[in-house]
Each structure stands twice: as structure tokens, then as C-alpha cells.
């Protein structure tokens, strides 16, 4: 079974700009939950999607959002990127996403923000 | 606030001994436990996981003890070797709907490093 794929790998993006970033689950797996990395904070809960609904959100500004498509297939979205928002993107499935399942990660998205 | 610790920054390890991580947590209403391996550049990987019904779990090198009323676990890897050389993330999740659905709640981690 292929695992989780991210693209981009990497991103330099300016302050003020846009990004979308895109995960592709493994097959079978209905739930994506996306992390953010940084090394002052750890691995942060941004939030989680099922059969295309937002399930569950963490503590960040309302310029984080996301979506999942019907293949499950989910995209993040972060508009007016800020500084701080220079990051490691982790997006992770599991079959369910109830607290039960193990979680499995992509290789991230890097982002920097100038 | 921080609901997983782990207060141990680093660790360093002889190739063939025992490695032990350790990880605390504050919210007793987690009821599920993970460890996660990450090299750099890479996401994390699945190690192992344990229930709250159970104090132990093992899988080959690796064991993990859960000890509920101390809110305490830790990860044994037996024998280290030195491709176990990573940083370590403890997580834990609840099972309750809602604000639980999809989050893992992770420590810093620990980087260990096992010399040859």
C-alpha cells in the first residue's frame, strides 16, 4: 500500500502571499488530520477532516483552513502568510480518526515565509 | 499548557543496550498512546501504541509500559542500535467525539542517539 503523499516537498513564499498545500491519504483511510512543526511549539493539531467535514480544530487564526474532496484527498490552505507561519506541514490519515487509530504521516511540506 | 512531557531532551545510548524513553501526561482522560520515530527532513513514523486498559505492549525490540496512576509511559528499545538514532515523540489521543476527532496531543520529543 503506497503511503501518505504531500506535494509540495518545499515552499518560499513572501508575507501577505497565499499557499495550498496537498495531501493524498492511503487508500482506505477516511480520516486526514494536517500538524504544524515548528521548533519553539512541537507538533501542533491544526485540524481534522472525515467524508469531507471538518470534524475537529485546533487553536490557530481562522487564516488556516482546509477542505477534503470525495476521494479524501484533503488540501490546507493559509492566506496573508505571516513570519511565524514558516513551518513544517504534516498531514497524517488513519482509517477512522476516532482516538483508537494509529495516525500515518506524510513526508511534510516545508514552507518558509520571507 | 502542555499535556505531554518529555522532560528529557536528548539521550545517548551504547549500540546493544537498552534505550528508555519516558513521557508524562496531565489529562487522565487520555485513553490512547503512541510513540512516533522522526528522522530529519521526514514525517514521523508509527512505532507502537498502547490502550489504556492495558500497562504493557510489545513489538520485537520494542515495549512500551504504561503506568496510569502515575500518568506515565515509556518506550524500551532492546537491543539499541545505531538506526534507532532519531527523535522520539510520545502522543496521546482521547476517545470522547468531538474535539477529540483526529488529534494526537504530542510531547517535544527526545532525540536519541546510539553510538556504534
Known amino acids: 500500500k503506497a503511503g501518505v503523499t504531500q506535494t509540495p516537498r518545499y515552499l518560499i513564499k513572501t508575507r501577505g502571499q497565499q499557499v495550498t498545500l496537498s495531501c493524498s491519504p492511503i487508500?482506505?483511510?477516511?480520516?486526514v488530520s494536517w500538524y504544524q512543526q515548528t521548533p519553539g511549539q512541537g507538533l501542533q493539531f491544526l485540524f481534522e477532516?472525515?467524508?469531507?467535514?471538518?470534524?475537529n480544530k485546533g487553536n490557530f487564526p481562522g487564516r488556516f483552513s482546509g477542505r477534503q474532496f470525495s476521494n479524501s484527498r484533503s488540501e490546507m490552505n493559509v492566506s496573508t502568510l505571516e513570519l511565524g507561519d514558516s513551518a513544517l506541514y504534516l498531514c497524517?490519515?488513519?482509517?477512522?480518526?476516532?482516538?483508537?487509530?494509529?495516525?500515518?504521516f506524510g513526508p511534510g511540506t516545508r514552507l518558509t515565509v520571507l | 499548557d502542555q499535556q505531554v512531557k518529555q522532560n528529557s531532551p536528548s539521550l545517548s545510548v551504547q549500540e546493544g543496550r537498552i534505550s528508555i524513553l519516558n513521557c508524562d501526561y496531565t489529562?487522565?482522560?487520555?485513553?490512547?498512546f503512541l510513540w512516533y520515530k522522526k528522522y530529519p527532513a521526514e514525517g514521523p513514523t508509527f512505532l507502537i501504541s498502547i490502550s489504556s486498559i492495558k500497562d504493557k505492549n510489545e513489538d520485537g525490540r520494542f515495549t512500551v509500559f504504561l503506568n496510569k496512576s502515575a500518568k506515565h509511559l515509556s518506550l524500551h528499545i532492546v537491543p539499541s542500535q545505531p538506526g534507532d538514532s532519531a527523535v522520539y515523540f510520545c502522543?496521546?489521543?482521547?476517545?470522547?467525539?468531538?474535539?477529540?476527532?483526529?488529534?494526537?496531543?504530542f510531547g517535544q520529543g527526545t532525540i536519541l542517539t546510539v553510538h556504534p
Open positions: 497524517a490519515s488513519s482509517q477512522s480518526g476516532d482516538g483508537y487509530n494509529e495516525q500515518f
Open positions: 477532516y472525515f467524508s469531507e467535514t471538518q470534524r
Open positions: 487508500s482506505g483511510h477516511r480520516s
Open positions: 489529562n487522565s482522560m487520555f485513553d490512547y
Open positions: 502522543a496521546a489521543s482521547l476517545n470522547a467525539g468531538g474535539t477529540s476527532y483526529g488529534k494526537l496531543t
